[in-house]
């Protein structure tokens, strides 16, 4: 048996968390093999990071990466990547939607050589059928667009050998949309069918609002699509005025023609405007991100680390 890491980002996770050591602690030590769960507080406002503490003095497989505030989950979860040290590494959700029951599994496709095995939803218990419909479709259009084949129905939930983190932990962007990356560094990968469970306890920290922007991000991570959207845009628009402008001119010529209406003239002008805007928000976007980029910050920094007994060295050295 190889030795695992399991990582769990939590914010605000205080009602979850015993309950998640429980259930991965069970299925870690039915498996006998060595192990650690490396727990990522992301900034909480509760009791998680208290709660944190208690089971790191209760359990010595049991790793605290404290970070020094709220970075965001893509990048509490590159936190607990690079304080890993088993020789695979699997990803779940503190909050239990992903079950630690399906790691025996994992491990068992890991076997047949593969550097990842990521699962992939065929229900999504405990969410609306909005999110449901949207997620569905964000996941097909980011697919069709993306220069990365990014994997439909997937989230994090996912199992990776050391060279594959080790990979992972090589891109340091600071917008960092975590499907794609898992996708980008390759590796011989297989998926398997899971059934995602409701939320054990407490409330999502993802509404609509904050969806949307993730989509966006993970959008304007991993392709240009929109830019060159607005480019073909721009040009069709362009072509269409002059060929109406050609029409203007033969009829003001051939028959006259009175000066057109109020109404008219302002549904082109903010058409155009209405268009420009978009054009100029995209570009926007592209830059915003060249800019936080360029600043070359460290993705986080921790506040406290309190490492397991598991022999080895971290993925990477603290930032």
């Not at 304080?83 to 239990?96: A, M, Y």
Request: hydrophobic residues 45%; charged residues 25%; neutral net charge.
């Amino acid at each position: 048996m190889p030795s695992v890491s399991v990582v769990a980002p939590a914010y605000n996770e205080q009602e979850v968390l015993g309950e998640f050591h429980r259930r991965v602690s069970d299925v870690m030590r039915s498996l006998g093999c060595e192990y650690e769960i490396v727990l990522v507080n992301d900034g909480s406002r509760d009791n998680t990071l208290a709660l944190m503490h208690a089971l790191r003095a209760a359990d010595p497989h049991v790793t605290v990466v404290d970070l020094s505030r709220n970075f965001g989950k893509e990048i509490a979860l590159s936190a607990g990547l690079d304080h890993t040290k088993g020789e695979v590494v699997i990803v779940l959700d503190s909050d239990l939607q992903d079950p630690p029951e399906c790691i025996p599994q994992m491990l068992e496709i890991w076997r047949e050589g593969y550097d990842v095995v990521y699962g992939t939803r065929t229900v999504r218990d405990g969410e609306s059928w909005f999110k449901k419909m949207t997620a569905k479709y964000f996941y097909r259009l980011i697919k069709q667009v993306s220069r990365v084949d990014i994997p439909k129905d997937t989230g994090d939930f996912r199992l990776m050998s050391r060279r594959a983190v080790q990979a992972l932990s090589l891109l340091r962007e600071e917008h960092r949309f975590m499907k794609g990356l898992f996708a980008w560094v390759g590796f011989p990968s297989k998926p398997f069918l899971y059934r995602r469970d409701p939320r054990a306890a407490g409330e999502t920290k993802w509404n609509y609002w904050k969806l949307w922007n993730f989509a966006i991000e993970g959008i304007t991570s991993f392709t240009v699509a929109p830019l060159k959207i607005s480019t073909y845009l721009g040009l069709f628009v362009a072509v269409l005025s002059l060929i109406y402008a050609l029409f203007v001119i033969w009829k003001a010529m051939m028959y006259g023609d009175p000066v057109r209406g109020y109404p008219s003239l302002m549904a082109v002008i903010l058409f155009l405007g209405g268009v420009q805007l978009i054009s100029v928000g995209l570009l926007g976007e592209y830059v915003g991100r060249i800019f936080n980029e360029v600043k070359r910050r460290p993705l986080y920094l921790v506040n406290r680390l309190l490492s397991s007994e598991l022999p080895g060295e971290h993925s990477k050295k603290e930032e």
